[in-house]
């Protein structure tokens, strides 16, 4: 019964490709995120959205979409894919938006991207 | 710009041994500090968040602390099984954002 669950959790493709990654929360939360972990390990956030509305962009290439459909999904589809994109991408979900947010993210197993 | 910069990268530490780690941070209005775990691949788990210094929590074996510019998560007798990569991360007061910066995290390993 996974909370956050994202898919695929392993992708492998060519420069230039385009490739999409799913998450899924069955928690309820309103608020669901994308995040970058890089080889060096650091986690940046890249989109945020609340109840399907974008509300955290940060300086990511515009090759990078998310999309969500309703609030319990949030997809990114990454369009002329790069070397520099393999990294590993980690959805999360929380449960308020407001100026008291806990911090408490809830994180997916990740999805392990490889670029050729 | 905010930072988070966690020591050491690594760190040993026999069954039993008890050791602290270290994150410092630089941020333009803190609004709370968070420790994550996080075991090989899987995401990271949420551990604990500090509002103000002088705050302290604690979990099982492990005791977060907060000063002006640093937080310690210091870790009592540990177990192999508290072997992981243990986040800071921080939000700040400024723009109203949910964005939460991370360090690096410690690697930490325990031998039985």
């Known amino acids: 019964d996974t909370a956050v669950s994202q898919t695929p959790k392993y992708l492998v493709t060519q420069m230039g490709n385009d490739k999409s990654i799913k998450c899924e929360q069955n928690?309820?939360?309103?608020?669901m995120y994308w995040y970058k972990q890089d080889s060096k390990k650091f986690l940046k956030i890249m989109f945020s959205?609340?109840?399907?509305?974008?509300?955290i962009n940060e300086t990511v290439p515009n090759r990078f979409s998310p999309k969500s459909p309703d609030k319990a999904h949030l997809n990114l589809h990454i369009n002329s894919l790069e070397l520099g994109d393999s990294a590993v991408y980690f959805c999360?979900?929380?449960?308020?938006?407001?100026?008291?947010?806990?911090?408490?993210?809830?994180f997916g197993e990740g999805s392990r991207l490889t670029v050729l | 710009e905010d930072q988070v910069t966690q020591s050491p990268e690594a760190l040993r530490l026999q069954e039993g041994e008890s050791s602290s780690l270290n994150c410092s941070y630089t941020?333009?209005?803190?609004?709370?500090l968070f420790w994550y775990r996080q075991d090989p691949g899987k995401g990271p788990e949420f551990l604990f968040t500090?509002?103000?210094a002088g705050e302290e929590k604690e979990k099982e074996r492990l005791k977060a602390t907060l000063t002006k510019k640093e937080s310690f998560l210091h870790i009592t007798a540990p177990k192999p099984e508290d072997s992981a990569t243990y986040l800071c991360?921080?939000?700040?007061?400024?723009?109203?954002?949910?964005?939460?910066?991370f360090g690096k995290g410690t690697k930490l390993t325990v031998n039985p």
């Open positions: 941020v333009s209005g803190l609004r709370g």
């Open positions: 959205y609340n109840n399907k509305e974008l509300i």
């Open positions: 500090l509002y103000s």
């Open positions: 999360a979900s929380s449960q308020e938006t407001s100026v008291w947010y806990t911090g408490e993210l809830f």
């Open positions: 928690l309820g939360h309103d608020t």
């Open positions: 991360a921080v939000q700040s007061t400024q723009g109203g954002s949910e964005k939460l910066v």
